[in-house]
């Protein structure tokens, strides 16, 4: 399994909608959690972090944390063109003590005005 | 405040010629520091992480090195570049549990 996994392939929706991405890690400890948006030619900036389960709302963007299936999610309402770029999730992986961010592949969204 | 400065913006260099791409961070101290590639239209690939002076971890097989010969100082190498070595390279810091912060990257083209 990998790391951390993105499946998803590119994402259109409508200016106004809900854009929904997930991400799944393998690592059990991981304590943090990270998404990123990456515009094109640009490099990545962090829009979240979550460290505890549940939901966490800043803005327009909600990111949700299940440790026990290991899964982390990021919702976007009321999308913009604005908010057209690849977004990528981030886990801290702990490996011989040590710590490292690890990456998904991410997922480009297309919002359509 | 932290800031990270990478350097060259672009590059283009023969195949088989050197590479040498400098990043620095200031404001921190011990930060990690990491190298990630991103070819076109793919995700970030981690090529080498390090955890302090010295302590570097490779990701990849590949015909690049990296040295950490300062605390806040990070180079990614090359003897001879291929063509495959073409891509957005991105130098990054983080503390241990923290989130990363990018530079502003260099898009290498290998001709």
């Known amino acids: 399994q990998k790391e951390v996994e993105q499946n998803s392939g590119p994402l259109s929706v409508p200016e106004g909608a809900i854009a929904s991405l997930n991400c799944t890690y393998s690592?059990?400890?991981?304590?943090?959690f990270f998404w990123y948006r990456q515009y094109s030619g640009k490099s990545p900036e962090l829009i979240m972090f979550?460290?505890?389960?549940g939901d966490k709302e800043d803005g327009r963007f909600t990111a949700q944390l299940n440790k026990a299936s290991q899964y982390v999610s990021l919702l976007i309402r009321d999308s913009q063109p604005s908010d057209s770029a690849t977004y990528l999730c981030?886990?801290?992986?702990?490996?011989?003590?040590?710590?490292?961010?690890?990456f998904g592949k991410g997922n480009q969204v297309v919002v359509i005005p | 405040s932290q800031t990270i400065h990478q350097w060259p913006a672009t590059l283009v260099q023969p195949v088989g010629s050197p590479l040498s791409l400098e990043c620095t961070v200031e404001g921190t101290s011990n930060p990690n520091l990491y190298w990630y590639r991103q070819a076109a239209g793919r995700g970030l690939q981690l090529l080498f992480y390090?955890?302090?002076?010295?302590?570097i971890s490779s990701e990849v097989p590949q015909n690049l090195s990296a040295s950490r010969p300062q605390d806040r100082q990070f180079i990614l190498s090359s003897k001879k570049l291929l063509l495959s070595d073409s891509g957005f390279y991105l130098c990054?810091?983080?503390?241990?549990?923290?989130?990363?912060?990018f530079g502003q990257g260099t898009r290498l083209t290998v001709v």
């Open positions: 690592d059990r400890g991981s304590q943090s």
């Open positions: 990054a810091w983080s503390l241990r549990f923290g989130e990363a912060f």
């Open positions: 979550i460290y505890s389960n």
């Open positions: 390090s955890v302090g002076i010295g302590q």
């Open positions: 981030a886990v801290n992986m702990q490996e011989y003590g040590n710590n490292r961010l690890a």
